[in-house]
Structure formats: structure tokens, C-alpha cells
């Protein structure tokens, strides 16, 4: 054990903590790919709408407005649509089983009777294009292929399989960079994503790129601050990852905001320090890189939707009304009551997501309470941890973990300021009985800085252990969660509309 309380690994001991990595990505593979063959089209968090989105770009349509769903989404909707997410249960027995192995004559009714689907709105017309035209390309591919539909609508959620073991493997990489000492935060991080419970990992949602392109810049920035020779690809990479995760998802810009800010202080240094020069190839290389296809996409935004980011319209479509400043503090946030439902919803949905079946949260209360402790507990130590020791402010793991801490604390922030600022009327959520926006899918773009602090704070209460131990504690914590998600999402394999009764 180092004077830091870190465990060293042996330089005998990397070739096994690379196989460990390799299997963790083995094991997120087959996680993901089992409940994302569990769970059936379409869930109740916009994966209709999302889905909607990537027919249109699979034919390069992007929306001008927000437009009415496609002709070639809505057979879809009527025959693949499973009704247990909002079904409350007591009519069961009138649902038609699998309609799309009825006759071609009664799919063709039943397509017909759907027909108000085509006069539904699709409210996220104008989310950013990457997501949209990396699905778009994989369905024109699937089609292409000779997929049936029902196989087609799969790739898409089988294309979360590739995302997750990169997101594995680059939360491991993230770890070793700020852990380099440690062996256990450099397994425990990737150990966490593989098995960690969100739902947006299983469905058509554009979530799941955010953590993988900002996840990139966020080491990249990493490696950029900790530079002695700035190479102008490293520029290049860490711009285009940045502008990646804008163009991924518009609540991502907290994440950047930050990271511009993180940069200027670096510049500030850079220039205290006479070394502004050899840097400035490299910062022109990510300013164009990061700026230009952000840019481009806001003048779109600006051309198409009205404004920079495109969201008035849905603000609009929503029916969500600015709330004058002066009644802003008159929200239940402002309350130690306000602030423990704003943020306990906020860590389990964040851990869990929001799936629900028979209109009930596939989540237990229990659960939820062990989320919403050690999430707390354990970003409370690693929090106390880097304060109590100013001696290593300088140091590059305090750095990275500060950076970390900000970039989090953004996203919560910026949920917040959402929850405060609007009147949601007559909104089903959030709503005026319910004014907090808590949907902690929406901030998985820090999940790999989260979970850098949530292991470093592990770590720290661990301290005094024997690595088996340490590591014993992790498998335990792991298995639990896999346990409990089996046993909350068990009724969605029984579901006929999953890709198992296909």
C-alpha cells in the first residue's frame, strides 16, 4: 500500500487487469443485449419519437419543424407497439398478441385503424443530428440486409451492445490516467458501468451516445491539461469530441460549458507560465474543430426552429410558460423537502432510469433508498477527500477529480434551473404538482466523471482493507445490482412483443 493509501499493482499484474477489462466489456455485452432483447418497442420515455426521428434521417430527411411522425414509422407503431408500459393490466386479455404475425390483410387493418398516429406531433424534431444518423445508417443497413421488421427495429437496440463495451473500456482508460497507482478504481469504474442498471442502455434513446463522446473529450482534456508537448491531434480528437457531444444532445451543454471554463483556466496558466506559444496550434486545432460543426448546427437550429438550440419549440409545443424572476424562489426546491425530492428522484432515475410497466416504475423503494445513500455517502467522502488535502491541489488525480465534481454538479444544476424557471401547466411531467425535471438519463453524459468520484469515494472508505477484500466488495455490490434488476424487470421477458418471442 503507497503512502496515499492507494494499491500498487505490480507491473507483473497489468496482463490480468487487462483480461479483467476485456471480460467486464464481454460482460456489458451480454447484459445489455439481454434486456435490450427483453424489453419491447415502444417505452414510455419518447422511444417512439426518437425512433420516428431516425427513419427520417435513414433517408437524410432531417426536420425542418416539428413535424408530424412518418408514413413509414407508423405501421410500426401499430404493430410492434407493446401496450404493457401503459396498460394498467385489468384488460389483458383483449390485447392482440404479436400483430405482426396476423395475416397481411388484418396488419393492414389494424395499421389503418392506428391511424391517429399520423397526426401525432414529434416534439423532438429538433434534438441534434449524431445519434439520429448513426441509428439512421444502421437501419438502412439492417434493411438492406434483408432484415425482417421486426429484426430491423432490433438493430437499433443492438447497437447499444458496441456502445456500452466502448463506454467499459473508455471508463477504464479514464481511470487510469487519474488512478494510476490504484488498481481498484481502475477496475471498479468499468465494473460499475458494465452493470449498472439504466434503462436508456436497452432502448432507442439518443442517452446513450453522450457518455461515449463526452467521455472521449473528457479524457482528452484530461491529457491536454497534463501536457508538456501539445500535439495539434490531440487538438483535433479533443474538438471533435466536444462538438460530438453537442451534437449528440442539447443538455450536454452544461458538460461543455464547463470544459470551456476548465480551458481558460489552462490558457491563464498556460500564459502565467510563457508557454502559450507552444500550446496555440493545438488549442487552434480544437477551437475550429469543436466550433465549426457546432456552429453549423445552430445556424440551422436558427434558420429552421427560430432559435440557437432549437428547444423554444418544444418549450412551446409543451405548453411551458417562463415564470417571471421574482417567483422563481417561491419553488418547493428552496426547501430541504423540495431539495430531497428534487434530488433522490434524481439519483435513482439516474442509476435506474425511468421504465415503467402498468404504468408502475420497474423500481423498488428499497432500492432506490440504497442508490440515493451511497450515491450521496460515497460523493461526500471523495468530496472531503480532495478539500482536506490542499498540499495535492496541484497534483493531476485532484485536478481531474475537481474537474470531475464540477462537471456533475452542472448537470444538477442545470436540471434544477429548468424545474425553476417554467410554469409547466397542464404538462404531464414535469407538472405543477410535480415541478422537477429528474430524469437522470439527461445527465448521463458525466457518467464516467460520476463514477471516478463515486469510486474514489469507495476507495477512500475501503481504505484499510486488503485488496481481495476490496475487490470482494465490488463483486458483491455488483452481483446485488444485477440480482435486483433481474428480479424488477423480470415481467418484461414475458412480455410477447420482446425480440425472444419473435
Keep these: 500500500m503507497n503512502n496515499d493509501g492507494s494499491n500498487s499493482a505490480k507491473p507483473s499484474s497489468a496482463g490480468n487487469e487487462t483480461k479483467m477489462v476485456w471480460l467486464l466489456c464481454l460482460l456489458a455485452a451480454i447484459h445489455v443485449f439481454i434486456y435490450a432483447a427483453a424489453f419491447p418497442f415502444f417505452n414510455n420515455f419518447d422511444e417512439l419519437v426518437h425512433f420516428d426521428l431516425v427513419v427520417k434521417y435513414s433517408h437524410a430527411a432531417i426536420p425542418r419543424h416539428l413535424e408530424t411522425y412518418s408514413d413509414e414509422s407508423i405501421p410500426y407503431v401499430a404493430l410492434y407497439s407493446s401496450p404493457f408500459y401503459l396498460a394498467t393490466g385489468t384488460n389483458d386479455e383483449e390485447l392482440v398478441p ?45 434493411g438492406g440486409l434483408g432484415f425482417s421488421d421486426g429484426q430491423k427495429l432490433y438493430a437499433l437496440h443492438f447497437l447499444n451492445v458496441p456502445i456500452i463495451c466502448l463506454l467499459v473500456w473508455l471508463g477504464w482508460f479514464a481511470a487510469k490516467k487519474v488512478f494510476p497507482s490504484n488498481i481498484f478504481p481502475r477496475v471498479a469504474v468499468p465494473a460499475f458501468i458494465a452493470f449498472m442498471p439504466q434503462s436508456a442502455f436497452y432502448s432507442v434513446q439518443n442517452d446513450i451516445l453522450s457518455p461515449l463522446c463526452f467521455g472521449i473529450a473528457f479524457v482528452c482534456l484530461l491529457r491536454f491539461f497534463r501536457a508538456e508537448n501539445f500535439s495539434w491531434r490531440l487538438g483535433v480528437i479533443t474538438g471533435l469530441a466536444l462538438a460530438a457531444t453537442f451534437l449528440t444532445k442539447m443538455t450536454n451543454v452544461p458538460l461543455l460549458a464547463v470544459s470551456i471554463a476548465a480551458l481558460a483556466i489552462f490558457i491563464t496558466h498556460l500564459v502565467r507560465a510563457e508557454k502559450l506559444k507552444n500550446a496555440l496550434p493545438a488549442l487552434s486545432a480544437l477551437t475550429v474543430c469543436a466550433a465549426l460543426p457546432a456552429l453549423a448546427w445552430i445556424l440551422w437550429c436558427r434558420k429552421n426552429f427560430g432559435d440557437l438550440t432549437g428547444s423554444q419549440a418544444k418549450v412551446l409545443y409543451w405548453g411551458w410558460t417562463n415564470k417571471p424572476f421574482a417567483e422563481w424562489f417561491q419553488h418547493p426546491i428552496f426547501s430541504f423537502q423540495g431539495v430531497w425530492i428534487f434530488l433522490s428522484n434524481f439519483i435513482s432515475e439516474f442509476w435506474q432510469g425511468e421504465m415503467a410497466w402498468h404504468r408502475q416504475p420497474l423500481s423498488l423503494r428499497g432500492v432506490n433508498s440504497f442508490y440515493e445513500f451511497i450515491t450521496i455517502a ?23 477529480l475537481w474537474f470531475s465534481f464540477c462537471l456533475c454538479a452542472s448537470l444538477i444544476v442545470f436540471m434544477a434551473y429548468i424545474s425553476i424557471r417554467f410554469d409547466f401547466h397542464n404538462c ?75
Aim: aromatic share 14%.
Design 378 to 400: 460515497l460523493l461526500l467522502v471523495a468530496l472531503a477527500k480532495i478539500i482536506r488535502s490542499p498540499r495535492l491541489a496541484l497534483q493531476p488525480q485532484n485536478r481531474a
Design 428 to 502: 404531464v411531467y414535469p407538472s405543477r404538482n410535480f415541478p422537477y425535471l429528474v430524469s437522470g438519463r439527461l445527465a448521463l453524459g458525466a457518467l464516467i466523471p460520476f463514477m471516478l468520484l463515486f469510486v474514489s469515494g469507495l476507495d477512500h472508505v475501503l481504505n484499510r482493507l486488503d485488496l481481495r477484500v476490496k475487490f470482494f466488495v465490488l463483486a458483491a455490490l455488483n452481483l446485488t445490482m444485477l440480482i435486483v434488476e433481474f428480479a424488477t424487470n423480470g415481467p418484461a421477458f414475458y412480455d410477447e412483443y420482446n425480440w425472444f418471442h419473435m
Design 98 to 142: 404479436q400483430p405482426w404475425k396476423l395475416p397481411p390483410e388484418a396488419q393492414k387493418m389494424m395499421v389503418q385503424t392506428d391511424q391517429a398516429a399520423a397526426n401525432w406531433i414529434n416534439y423532438e424534431s429538433s434534438q441534434p443530428p449524431l445519434y439520429y444518423a448513426l441509428t439512421g445508417a444502421v437501419w438502412r443497413l439492417a
